[in-house]
């Protein structure tokens, strides 16, 4: 029997389960289906940095993903061939400056909050339409896939979290605007055996490599190349891989001293776009409403952004603290104004586009300077604010930059920290 709810969130990954979660603590009537079984994993990038581990720690979820056996990442290692950078013990109130738990740990603990708080669930629930009065939409139909049985509802709004070929969107066809296509593809698997205390990202030409500890002691690998090179790559990825981490030999030593747990996985069907997040009884949130290239890792920790922004307007329009319509336009202008310049610096980057002269000064104006090197990382990823100037020790360049802030900003218009 149907019933009818504040609102539907169709997608429990994280961006849907955290929405879920937090208008269910509102007290709001919520309904949460997705049509895969939980717990269960995707093919997509998992670390979470930035805001993002704070956001977890509020939520009071941070324990708990801990518990699931993810181990936090305390240090940040970046090396772009000339110069090689490590900070160390970027913790900051109890929390680390990154963590990179499976998606199958990730999206379940958030689905249990979510339910914790009183949002029903419904896995394997497969959306057949939605429904509309007039151009609202009202609710949906869809089916359960254990008994094939049609269900019906409704709800005040219906939120497409359901990732970036959004059903909900196509259906309202949502205004897509700053396009851009593919630029890359990648390849990533896990080792075990491999000793990783963070996150390493090595730079070198058009290849990027990522690595960071995950569940179950492994080790995740993420490579990227242009997206041109996708079929030379799919024609044996084994050996392209292991001749891109062979471009960081010290990695690579580790690497080939373990042992690769899992199959290869790859994406290469990585269009950036913002999306018109809102409308007659409708939004989207997470990579529904903005998708980016993996470049800079700001998929989940902007999905918990966007999740807390959208539940905000959802919460203030259903409670007549103002008109939802009003609340949905302000709810795509902060999402706008806080992914924009990540979302244009993350395609420069996904263009692999090389540091000016200037910026590797900043690079090399940190190096032997580990109190520097480790308040610029913490700085740079939001952890504290630090505007003192830096000593520069051993800088051979008389105009390098003098303050954190200074090197900061040339970094990020470079080889951003804001992975």
């Not at 940095?49 to 181990?71: E, Q, S, V």
């Not at 490590?86 to 249990?112: E, I, M, N, Q």
């Not at 018109?276 to 920790?301: N, R």
């Not at 940190?366 to 990382?377: E, S």
Request: aromatic share 8%; glycine share 10%; net charge neutral.
């Amino acid at each position: 029997m149907s019933r009818d709810y504040d609102a539907i969130v169709v997608g429990a990954r994280c961006a849907g389960a955290s929405t879920a979660m937090l208008l269910a603590r509102a007290g709001l009537r919520v309904l949460l289906v997705d049509r895969s079984a939980f717990p269960s994993e995707i093919a997509h990038g998992h670390f979470i940095h930035r805001h993002g581990p704070g956001r977890l720690k509020k939520w009071g979820l941070l324990d708990r993903l801990l518990a699931t056996g993810c181990p936090p990442s305390t240090t940040f290692a970046l090396d772009t061939g000339e110069v090689r950078l490590v900070g160390k013990d970027l913790v900051h109130d109890g929390v680390a400056f990154g963590y990179g738990p499976r998606r199958s740990a990730l999206d379940w603990t958030l689905v249990k909050a979510a339910i914790d708080a009183g949002a029903d669930f419904r896995p394997s629930f497969a959306v057949t339409e939605y429904v509309f009065d007039d151009d609202r939409v009202v609710g949906l139909r869809g089916t359960d896939r254990s008994g094939g049985r049609l269900h019906s509802e409704r709800a005040s709004i219906t939120i497409g979290a359901d990732g970036r070929g959004s059903q909900l969107a196509r259906t309202v066809r949502a205004a897509e605007y700053d396009v851009v296509p593919t630029l890359t593809c990648w390849f990533f698997s896990y080792w075990s055996d491999v000793p990783a205390t963070g996150l390493e990202v090595y730079s070198r030409h058009e290849r990027v490599i990522f690595a960071f500890p995950t569940n179950d002691g492994l080790i995740a690998i993420f490579v990227a190349w242009p997206i041109c090179e996708q079929s030379a790559v799919q024609s044996d990825i084994e050996r392209h891989f292991m001749a891109a981490i062979d471009l960081a030999p010290e990695l690579a030593a580790r690497v080939r001293a373990g042992r690769r747990a899992e199959r290869f996985r790859g994406a290469a069907n990585l269009p950036n776009f913002l999306r018109t997040p809102g409308g007659p009884g409708w939004a989207l949130v997470g990579d529904a409403g903005c998708h980016k290239d993996p470049y800079l890792a700001l998929g989940v920790c902007d999905a918990f952004r966007d999740a807390e922004l959208l539940a905000i307007a959802v919460e203030d329009g259903l409670s007549g603290k103002r008109p939802l319509a009003s609340g949905l336009l302000e709810y795509e202008r902060r999402r706008n104004e806080a992914t924009s310049p990540e979302y244009q610096l993350n395609l420069r980057r996904a263009r692999f586009e090389p540091p000016t002269e200037d910026e590797l000064s900043a690079q090399r104006g940190l190096v032997g300077n580990q109190d520097a090197t480790n308040r610029f990382f913490m700085a740079s990823e939001g952890m504290i604010q630090q505007e003192a100037p830096i000593p520069l020790h051993g800088c051979r360049e008389h105009n390098a930059p003098s303050s954190l802030r200074s090197i900061r900003d040339q970094w990020r218009r470079s080889w951003s920290l804001e992975l």
